[in-house]
């Protein structure tokens, strides 16, 4: 793409959109990374979901192992972080869980990861906040002790056909420290999905999304601040 700089005397510049690292990443069925941002050192981060239960988050060049190693339902979301410097997987997770609502008319769970941003890095320890939607009724709601997540807001899955899901994960090593599901209950007519995520300088988080209603109003949609 474009051309290289003139020989030595020519004056030319380098054309910045030339292509320096690709790489293909997935497992032997479907994966989509959807999402990839970089952090203020130039590490690529990236998320999306796979259907691989051989997705390769422990290739043999990572630094720190996985998370959560083991694929989990019928889709699971990934989160990885590659590095600025060698391009090596610094760290990839699974994330998700096993098992639907019954509402969904089906057992198995699926979870996929959307959308990411990193912190701005004067904001105390650097995390990966992720959004993306679930149906799993084994996702786990979590928040950190003695953390800056002590006091998240946490609520399991209640309902639907799926939920938005947010958690935050450590840009370091990817440990989890906050997970939460957001949205209403009951009826498997209507659907939440975390779409968009995005933090401003003083470290506030502000997630979007899509609800989704197919007959039934709904009229327990929660307010959160």
């Known amino acids: 793409i474009g051309y290289p700089a003139l020989a030595a005397g020519g004056g030319g510049s380098v054309e910045p959109r030339n292509l320096v690292w690709s790489t293909y990443a997935g497992g032997s069925s479907g994966d989509e990374y959807s999402c990839v941002e970089v952090d203020g050192a130039g590490h690529p981060y990236a998320c999306g979901y796979t259907h691989s239960n051989d997705f390769p988050v422990q290739p043999g060049n ?20 590659y590095s600025q410097v060698n391009k090596q997987l610094q760290w990839s997770t699974f994330y998700g869980g096993n098992h639907s609502h019954e509402a969904a008319g089906n057992n198995q769970g699926r979870t996929t990861a959307q959308k990411l941003c990193v912190n701005a890095p004067e904001v105390g320890e650097g995390y990966v906040f992720v959004t993306g939607a679930t149906n799993t009724i084994d996702f786990t ?27 935050a994960f450590t840009m370091y090593d990817g440990r989890r420290c906050w997970a939460t599901t ?8 209507w659907a939440e999905d975390g779409l968009a995520i995005a933090m401003d300088p003083d470290g506030t988080l502000v997630v979007g999304g899509r609800l989704y209603n197919s007959s039934t109003p709904i009229t327990d949609f929660p307010s959160v601040t």
């Open 141 to 167: 709601p979590y928040r950190e002790d003695e953390s800056i997540f002590q006091e998240a807001f946490i609520e399991p899955n209640l309902g639907g056909r799926r939920r938005m899901w947010v958690g």
């Open 182 to 189: 957001h949205g209403a209950s009951g009826e498997s007519t």
């Open 62 to 81: 990572e630094v720190f192992s996985p998370f959560i190693g083991n694929f989990q339902g019928w889709s699971s979301a990934i989160i990885s972080k």
